[in-house]
């Protein structure tokens, strides 16, 4: 039983390309979210998405980056004209239904992708 | 927007030695979960807490929920090497988004 997969692991880009971030969430979880984790810091929370619909972006930043969960695939996180400011790890995580639902157990993440921008 | 402080940033314990760190918030969290992070992977959860005053273990892990819904503890008792890590402190805001405290990064010295 697979849980939540993230590729790459690790994704060196040049200042002004793109970075395609995937996550499969664990089997039977319809839920998914990203997180950022900035060097010797938490994790921020950036964006929910169900199957086809984003639910809250409220964490994201405005431009340059976007978010799907397509009805078949992988979601993805998407960064255009990336900065060096957005290297990071990026950590997926996914529920079987919202995640604050008593028993839930929260979420189970993925073992993230390290963004490093040169 | 609502912030986790967690205390204490670090620590380094002998082998054997018991372990406490809190999370502390402005805001009231109906859930509040720990969760583990080893270098180079992603957080492991530990313990969950869903009512005010609960306590919680797992192995030699210990949890509480605080009374005033505001904090959250979380004890090891007789620390081993593989213990080390960063460990997170979460509180659930609203229906699905938990907030992420800061991270205590433990170090355990054999």
């Known amino acids: 039983n697979a849980g939540v997969m993230q590729n790459p692991r690790h994704l060196v880009r040049r200042r002004g390309q793109e970075a395609r971030l995937r996550c499969s969430p664990m089997?039977?979880?319809?839920?998914v979210y990203w997180y950022r984790q900035l060097p010797e810091e938490g994790l921020k929370f950036m964006v929910y998405l169900q199957k086809e619909n984003i639910i809250d972006e409220s964490g994201m930043p405005k431009e340059r980056f976007s978010a799907e969960f397509p009805k078949e695939g992988p979601s993805i996180l998407r960064i255009q004209q990336v900065v060096r400011g957005d290297s990071a790890a990026y950590f997926c995580?996914?529920?079987?239904?919202?995640?604050?639902?008593?028993?839930?157990?929260?979420?189970?993440f993925g073992s993230g992708t390290r963004l490093t921008v040169v | 927007g609502q912030q986790l402080n967690q205390s204490p940033q670090s620590m380094f314990i002998q082998e054997g030695e018991d372990v406490s760190m809190n999370c502390t918030s402005s805001?009231?969290?109906?859930?509040w979960l720990w969760y583990k992070q080893d270098p180079g992977e992603g957080p492991v959860l530990l313990i969950a807490?869903?009512?005010?005053?609960e306590l919680t273990s797992n192995g030699r892990l210990t949890a509480q929920f605080g009374i005033t819904r505001k904090d959250s503890f979380l004890n090891i008792s007789a620390s081993i090497p593989s213990d080390v890590g960063i460990y997170f402190c979460a509180g659930l805001s609203g229906t699905y988004k938990y907030i992420f405290g800061t991270g205590t990064r433990l170090k355990v010295l054999a």
């Open positions: 995580a996914s529920s079987p239904s919202w995640a604050g639902r008593t028993g839930t157990y929260g979420y189970t």
């Open positions: 807490l869903y009512k005010a005053g």
């Open positions: 089997k039977g979880h319809s839920h």
């Open positions: 805001s009231i969290f109906n859930t």
